[in-house]
């Protein structure tokens, strides 16, 4: 299992800011990405991908997988809603 790490204040901001259908969605997801970060994780995408989440992929996430430490960071958060 990995853990989230430190979010720099400007990604903080943007989670901050988000409504509140978005916050639940990326929650949902930050929940359950930690199990296997991977298989969230598109073919090629190295060990930073971005993610859709929330209603109608309407949320792109992205994050930086530190297999080692077994942790992740997020770095940023785009809501078109």
Do not use: C, H, K, Y
């Amino acid at each position: 299992m990995f853990t989230w790490g430190w979010m720099s204040d400007q990604v903080r901001a943007s989670v901050d800011g988000l409504p509140s259908e978005a916050g639940l969605a990326l929650q949902e997801f930050m929940t359950a990405v930690v199990f296997d970060p991977w298989s969230f994780a598109p073919t090629g995408s190295a060990n930073m991908p971005t993610v859709e989440f929330g209603p109608e992929g309407r949320g792109l996430v992205t994050f930086l997988i530190r297999d080692g430490e077994r942790e992740l960071f997020i770095t940023q958060v785009l809501w078109f809603g």
